[in-house]
């Protein structure tokens, strides 16, 4: 479930940070991604709106997500939907699960396998390409296609991701992730804001003495 959650949150940090592929689109990916990079260079504070929309392999079933995601200085970020809070000030991550009001502690691990958000600045551009699919059309506004594929020796949880941008903007609207086992992670992006103010205290969680606490640190 962790694992889980901090997918969705990769997913948004994924606008941070692009690759540029060697094939033969490749230059039109390059001007998308400086633009894009030019975009968010100066970013400190984000904050968004959210539908993930999850469809299992297996069984072709649908899991549909709403809530809301704040990020601030690259590194703290809280992720909010109806059920669950996942919080981080960047040393400590909070994940309350509200329906069983279980809380689990643990640190922000450099190797624990989990995917922090961190990981979409230094690991994922390392380790994947980018090709422009194409160009579409979204809420009557263009986007770019960009799709990002593994190297052969990268390893990680999900084998590609594709990025929807629009155009003159140069924000990220859509997300799609597929991991190892085919399984797809729409996140559709909404009321995006890249100029708010978040308080410290936004990224910071007190349990209360009714709560489950799990404290792995």
Excluded at 64 to 71: H, R, W
Excluded at 80 to 90: C, F, M, P, R
Excluded at 110 to 135: C, M, Q, V, W
Excluded at 168 to 193: M, P, R
């Amino acid at each position: 479930m962790m694992r889980k959650t901090f997918l969705a949150v990769l997913m948004v940090m994924a606008l941070f940070y692009f690759v540029e592929a060697p094939r033969a689109q490749a230059r039109n990916v390059k001007d998308i991604i400086k633009k894009v990079q030019k975009k968010y260079d100066d970013i400190k504070n984000f904050k968004a709106s959210f539908e993930k929309i999850e469809t299992f392999q297996l069984t072709g079933s649908q899991i549909v997500t709403s809530g809301k995601l704040f990020i601030k200085d690259g590194k703290k970020y809280r992720f909010e939907t109806e059920d669950q809070l996942v919080i981080s000030d960047g040393e400590t991550v909070w994940t309350y699960n509200r329906l069983s009001n279980q809380l689990l502690i643990d640190r922000v691990r450099k190797n624990s396998g989990a995917l922090l958000p961190r990981d979409i600045l230094f690991k994922f551009p390392k380790t994947h390409y980018a090709t422009l699919l194409g160009e579409d059309e979204m809420d009557g506004k263009k986007v770019y296609i960009v799709k990002l594929d593994s190297k052969e020796d990268a390893q990680g949880y999900f084998s590609s991701i594709k990025i929807w941008v629009q155009d003159d903007a140069w924000q990220i609207v859509k997300i799609e992730i597929t991991d190892l086992n085919g399984n797809k992670s729409i996140f559709l992006l909404s009321q995006i804001n890249t100029r708010a103010t978040l308080s410290d205290d936004l990224f910071k969680f007190t349990a209360t003495p009714d709560m489950d606490v799990v404290d792995m640190r």
